[in-house]
């Protein structure tokens, strides 16, 4: 049984940065494709980023924290990162990290519906 456990959430203070861990279990890490979502209170799960299996590839970002959130990936530690520099009110969320099998194909993963695991969340509030 594949499981994502992400880590690193909690409480910070605007312009601070934080890095979120996402370890993975149970199944094959290299063979995923990884991606980081968020959810904010009262609004739809919006995709942030993914990365290619190969680690060698990324999506764009999300406009609102291109430049400051960065994507990686540990194949040897079977863990996904996202670094987070600078962070703002808006930024406050639960966030999550997928995983999706690539079969194949060239698409980028940028949709719920593309990624087969997922992890419970972590959340992430930032004060002003």
């Known amino acids: 049984q594949v499981r994502l456990v992400e880590s690193g959430g909690g409480l910070v203070r605007t312009g601070d940065s934080m890095r979120l861990s996402c370890v993975v279990s149970?199944?094959?890490?290299?063979?995923?494709?990884m991606g980081w979502f968020r959810q904010a209170p009262g609004k739809e799960r919006e995709f942030i980023v993914s990365?290619?299996?190969?680690?060698?590839?990324?999506?764009d970002y999300l406009p609102s924290v291109a430049g400051r959130f960065t994507i990686s990936r540990d194949n040897t530690k079977n863990t996904a990162y996202l670094q987070m520099n600078n962070l703002n009110p808006d930024d406050t969320a639960v966030y999550y990290c997928?995983?999706?099998?690539?079969?194949?194909?060239?698409?980028?993963?940028?949709?719920?519906?593309?990624?087969?695991?997922w992890g419970q969340g972590t959340q992430v509030t930032v004060s002003s």
């Open positions: 997928a995983a999706g099998i690539r079969f194949g194909g060239d698409n980028d993963y940028t949709k719920e519906t593309e990624f087969h695991y």
């Open positions: 149970g199944g094959t890490f290299i063979r995923y494709d």
């Open positions: 990365m290619r299996w190969s680690g060698g590839r990324t999506t």
